[in-house]
T-cell receptor, first 114, second 109 residues
Framework: EAQVTQNPRYLITVTGKKLTVTCSQNMNHEYMSWYRQDPGLGLRQIYYSMNVEVTDKGDVPEGYKVSRKEKRNFPLILESPSPNQTSLYFC?????????????FGEGSRLTVL | GENVEQHPSTLSVQEGDSAVIKCTYSDSASNYFPWYKQELGKRPQLIIDIRSNVGEKKDQRIAVTLNKTAKHFSLHITETQPEDSAVYFCAAGDYKLSFGAGTTVTVRA
């Protein structure tokens, strides 16, 4: 089954404790992206990657890191989480790197930073 | 960067009526305009999209129109049904998509 898988789905952590949210897709998509969803703000892009070893900042990259060492994986790293990073996070992938095309979203990861 | 504004933020319609959601964007270089539907507790899913070389696209009860000169695009849902109740997001851009804040649509039976 074609899918985008995120882990963990739910996480409560404390300020400053490094964490990684993993994202994996089995569709051989070149394009992958991370979004955060907050009430009244829609989906805001954090980082995106057009191919292996190619990543770029989205609209809200501060406080986040990503890496794309393999085509299928695109982890999101919070080196020192803060309460303002409490949010619902979505990973997404797309077949068409230059024009985005249809985004296939993961189920989301709800992160709470205390 | 791209700035997408979406209106209204909430929309309540009677079953069978039409619903219209409007979005404006700021970057004239944007060439891809998708619409996503997100049901409660679920992930967003693409329902229709349009590219800048097309003015209108229709898929059954859903249609999207694009006015590149005015930098606005709209989603039209006809003959609304209870299962159309969801949050709808517009987006604009290309490989870097910017989303609107969303419209919560409620279809009253």
């Amino acid at each position: 089954e074609a899918q985008v898988t995120q882990n963990p789905r739910y996480l409560i952590t404390v300020t400053g404790k490094k964490l990684t949210v993993t994202c994996s897709q089995n569709m051989n998509h070149e394009y992958m992206s991370w979004y955060r969803q907050d009430p009244g703000l829609g989906l805001r892009q954090i980082y995106y990657s057009m191919n292996v070893e190619v990543t770029d900042k989205g609209d809200v990259p501060e406080g986040y890191k990503v890496s794309r060492k393999e085509k299928r994986n695109f982890p999101l790293i919070l080196e020192s989480p803060s309460p303002n990073q409490t949010s619902l996070y979505f990973c997404a992938s797309s077949l068409e790197p230059r024009s985005s095309g249809e985004l296939f979203f993961g189920e989301g990861s709800r992160l709470t930073v205390l | 960067g791209e700035n997408v504004e979406q209106h209204p933020s909430t929309l309540s319609v009677q079953e069978g009526d039409s619903a219209v959601i409007k979005c404006t964007y700021s970057d004239s270089a944007s060439n891809y305009f998708p619409w996503y539907k997100q049901e409660l507790g679920k992930r967003p899913q693409l329902i229709i999209d349009i590219r800048s070389n097309v003015g209108e696209k229709k898929d059954q009860r859903i249609a999207v129109t694009l006015n590149k000169t005015a930098k606005h695009f709209s989603l039209h849902i006809t003959e609304t049904q209870p299962e159309d109740s969801a949050v709808y997001f517009c987006a604009a851009g290309d490989y870097k998509l910017s989303f609107g804040a969303g419209t919560t649509v409620t279809v009253r039976a």
